[in-house]
């Protein structure tokens, strides 16, 4: 009797999943990111190869900073220098891009503007 009380608890968890699972294959995600500060901006997309692309970023540093686009996964878009737009068909890699690309340059919380890398909307 237990068992069919959680088995009963878990499937709409598990229905969740699966729409979700079924809704992204078809649709996809679409993630926006804004920069914000003086002199950090998004530069530019350069091809390396036929699956791989570096977007390169001024980030305050010295160097621009460039990062690896896996572009059999994801499809990165310019806005402008301030906002570029990310598309992938698969959420879990497109959260751990985004995530990995906010901290590259994290916004300071202690100042009252905030530069750096941010979320401005996610499409889902």
């Known amino acids: 009797?237990?068992?069919?009380?959680?088995?009963?608890?878990?499937?709409?968890?598990?229905?969740?999943?699966?729409?979700?699972?079924?809704?992204?294959?078809?649709?996809?995600?679409?993630?926006?990111?804004?920069?914000?500060?003086?002199?950090?901006?998004?530069?530019?997309?350069d091809n390396v190869s036929l699956n791989k692309k570096y977007l390169s970023m001024s980030l305050g540093y010295s160097d621009p900073v460039n990062y690896t686009i896996n572009t059999n996964r994801?499809?990165?878009f310019f806005k402008d220098i301030?906002?570029?737009s990310i598309y992938s068909t698969d959420f879990s890699y497109l959260k751990n891009e985004v995530s990995k690309l906010v901290g590259l340059k994290k916004p300071n919380k202690f100042i009252k503007r905030e530069n750096g890398i941010?979320?401005?909307?996610?499409?889902?």
């Open 118 to 124: 941010r979320i401005s909307r996610t499409i889902i």
């Open 82 to 84: 301030r906002n570029i």
């Open 74 to 76: 994801s499809i990165f």
């Open 1 to 45: 009797m237990n068992s069919k009380n959680n088995k009963k608890k878990n499937l709409p968890g598990f229905l969740s999943i699966f729409h979700n699972s079924c809704r992204t294959l078809v649709f996809g995600d679409l993630v926006s990111l804004d920069i914000q500060g003086l002199g950090l901006k998004f530069l530019q997309i």
